[in-house]
């Protein structure tokens, strides 16, 4: 994979897209507000759950509103993700805050399949009610708490603080991010960290 990984760095296209004083920051900015937009309207379903906002909304209204505008927004997420990564992608391997973003991401994608496999069967007997029962609001508060954490750990990755060279040899996290030494196919991992991504 690490191979792979040095051998997709030095494509003429990744190399295009991280040297660009244009694409790259169009890039972010594009990742940025597709994170709000996704991220945003989870939000407002899960305080709906939690019965904290839209009380008085009935659950299935506010879900065949918001759910298009949920799904447009991983979809841009997705694809300016997968762009981003492939510009940088040692960077992004050899971070343990992607690597832990990632994990989040299965994590709430997994609550997200559940919620709606098994806790929005019942929905009609809910629809109306100020809260979800305990099952959908311990949904909403999985789903809460890893979206933020994924949020805090993308921007996390424009910090070298678990940088390879900064890990103890043997560690959990050296082994974690699978650190070699950081010059890989001739990149200064340094440098690309410290053009400030937020990812």
């Known amino acids: 994979m690490r191979d792979f990984v040095a051998w997709l760095s030095e494509t003429p296209l990744s190399i295009a897209l991280r040297e660009s004083f244009v694409l790259w920051p169009a890039l972010e900015a594009a990742h940025v507000m597709s994170i709000m937009l996704f991220a945003g309207t989870i939000f407002m ?3 709906r759950l939690l019965g904290i906002v839209f009380k008085k909304v009935p ?3 506010m879900d065949k509103r918001i759910l298009p505008l949920t799904v447009a927004g991983f979809i841009l997420l997705v694809i300016t993700g997968v ?3 492939y510009s940088k992608p040692l960077v992004y391997y050899y971070s343990a805050f992607f690597r832990f973003k990632m ?3 299965v994590i709430a994608m997994a609550n997200i399949g559940v919620f709606h496999k098994m806790v929005q069967k019942g929905q009609a007997a809910w629809d109306t009610d100020e809260k979800a029962p305990r099952a959908g609001q311990i949904s909403a508060i999985i789903s809460l708490a890893s979206w933020i954490v994924v949020i805090i750990l993308g921007r996390m990755i424009a910090y070298d603080w678990l940088q390879c060279e900064k890990l103890e040899p043997g ?3 050296h082994t974690f991010t699978h ?3 950081m010059e890989v196919a001739g ?3 340094d440098l690309e ?3 400030g991504e937020i990812s």
């Open 171 to 173: 560690s959990f996290m």
């Open 83 to 85: 762009i981003l990564v």
């Open 59 to 61: 659950f299935s209204e």
């Open 193 to 195: 960290l410290n053009l």
């Open 179 to 181: 650190c070699k030494p």
């Open 187 to 189: 990149l200064d991992l």
């Open 45 to 47: 379903v899960d305080l």
């Open 103 to 105: 994990v989040v991401i």
